[in-house]
């Protein structure tokens, strides 16, 4: 009978040994055909053997084990190695083979070497949209503006984000209104709303993104028609009907 096969993937080299002594430990069936310190070893050595079976740590330099099991999605079977719960929760519950957290516990590797036994002979699961959330869930959280840099003369002041009342268009350039006066900066509005938190700092109008934060209250005419108050300004803003579901509560 054909021996079954497996590769570790681990950068840490401690952790790596272990896992593998552990492993033939308690599997001495299994065959390690290779061992990675990196992703890209780790995708290389994959693909030269095609072992039967993948341990996989998560976070890894080069590519990380996501990446590495979206290759070998369907054709190799796959035990991620995590010292994330909610990530090794969440594969596992969406058909990944196991999971074992760091630092190992015996009894929990070998629970994880019993359901790869009872599989072994199966199909490998197709991962491909567990390891799409996955990839979402492991991308580092969006690095949004937090002031900006307006010329006044020969000096340069700085406006924090926390200070902003609105931006308005005003052709190539963007208007920033605080609640004690104006500036132009060269960036438009579509530049800005893209580096712009979307929590804070919402669209009202094609030409207006206003700092929720700076509303004192919506008002609604006779013709239905919406316009926002601020807090610090005299003016109102209108809000277009294409952005009126900004405030669908009310």
Known sequence: MTRPTAIIAEDEPLLRGELKEALLRQ?????????????????????THQPRVLFLDIEMPGMNGLQVAAE?????????VTAYNEYAV???????????????????????????KERIGADPADLREILRVLQECNRPP?????????ARGRDVQLITCEEICYFQAD?????????GGRALISKT???????????VFVRIHRGTIVNVAAVAAVE???RGSLAVRLKQRAETLPVSASHAHVFRHM
Do not use: C
């Not at 070998?72 to 991620?80: L, P, R």
């Not at 969406?94 to 760091?102: E, N, P, R, S």
């Not at 509005?189 to 929590?199: A, G, T």
């Open 72 to 80: 070998a999605s369907g054709k190799s079977h796959i035990v991620f």
């Open 27 to 47: 599997w001495p069936e299994l065959d390690i055909v290779g061992e990675a310190e990196d992703g890209v070893r780790a995708l290389a050595a994959w693909r």
């Open 90 to 116: 969440a594969a596992f519950e969406q058909g990944a083979l196991d999971y074992v957290m760091k630092p190992f516990s015996s009894a929990r590797l070998r629970t994880a070497i019993e359901r790869v």
């Open 189 to 199: 509005l579509r530049e800005l709303e893209q580096e712009l938190d979307p929590e």
């Open 142 to 150: 969006p690095r949004y503006l937090r002031w900006l840099s307006v």
């Open 220 to 222: 609604r005419d006779a």
């Open 171 to 179: 052709n190539k350039y963007t208007e920033v209104v605080t609640a």
